[in-house]
């Protein structure tokens, strides 16, 4: 029972004691510093992740709108409005018709005003050039 009362004295001699308030006060330090940077690292972790779910919902919009083209670029109608634009093809007992954009050379005798169309070509939409070029020649 001694050995019980010493150790009970010696404990209750230093928990109020100097030493046992400067150790206390550093490991509450130490562990609240270890805290801080542990919060902070997970924000900008978290913030990170959101960055990343940003960037990948974007990709998927992406993708998405990628794919909807995709789809339209096999589509026959798409193969035939390149044929005929871009290839001057056409189908079975259909003519095709070129108009040549008619180029201003000179101020004083033009092309335009030799077969009679306005001065301002480039300036008319595309229904204006056919009414010129088959109505005022």
């Known amino acids: 029972m001694s050995l019980r009362v010493t150790k009970k004295n010696k404990l209750n001699r230093f928990l109020p004691s100097r030493l046992f308030l400067i150790i206390g006060v550093t490991v509450l330090v130490f562990f609240s ?9 997970r924000y900008e972790v978290n913030k990170d992740i959101q960055a990343l779910e940003r960037e990948v919902a974007e990709m998927e919009k992406q993708n998405a709108e990628l794919t909807d083209l995709i789809q339209y670029l096999n589509t026959n109608s798409f ?3 390149e ?31 030799a077969v009679g169309a306005p001065d301002n070509v480039e300036e008319l939409s595309n229904p204006e050039r056919w009414f010129a070029y088959f109505f005022n020649q």
Do not use: H, W
């Open 83 to 113: 044929a005929r634009t871009k290839l001057g093809m056409a189908k079975a007992g259909e003519k095709v018709v070129v108009i040549p954009d008619v180029k201003v050379e000179d101020e004083n005798t033009t092309e335009s005003e």
């Open 79 to 81: 193969k035939e409005k």
């Open 33 to 41: 510093v270890s805290l801080g940077k542990e919060v902070i690292r």
